[in-house]
Nanobody, 115 residues
């Protein structure tokens, strides 16, 4: 069983920034792509960002393109989601997921954008 620990969420004003972290418990996850997802109240979970195993390839949902940056440090087996220019509609629980064991999800970290 693999665990994923997301952290870094919180309450932020519109236009603010947060950096989320994701640490899979299995070091073999460094050999696989990783994704960030989010789920807002009453909505389905959606894919936010993707990063390849080496970090050389990234992609983003249109809704966050230009504002969010996904990265990873495989020496620490940790991935990050830098979020800037946050909007009310970014409010959600954010989850990471590893292509190594995609059936496992963490508890997520709550991001609330509010004035």
């Amino acid at each position: 069983q693999m665990q994923l620990a997301e952290s870094g969420g919180g309450l932020v004003q519109p236009g603010g920034s947060l950096r989320l972290s994701c640490a899979p418990s299995d070091p073999r996850a460094t050999d696989y792509a990783l994704t960030w997802h989010r789920q807002a109240p009453g909505k389905e979970r959606e894919l936010v960002a993707f990063i390849s195993e080496t970090g050389s390839k990234t992609s983003y949902a249109d809704s966050v393109w230009g504002r969010f940056t996904i990265s990873r440090d495989n020496t620490k087996n940790t991935a990050y989601l830098q979020m800037t220019s946050l909007k009310f509609e970014d409010t959600a629980i954010y989850y990471c997921n590893s292509n190594y064991r995609p059936e496992y999800w963490g508890q997520g970290t709550q991001v609330t954008v509010s004035s």
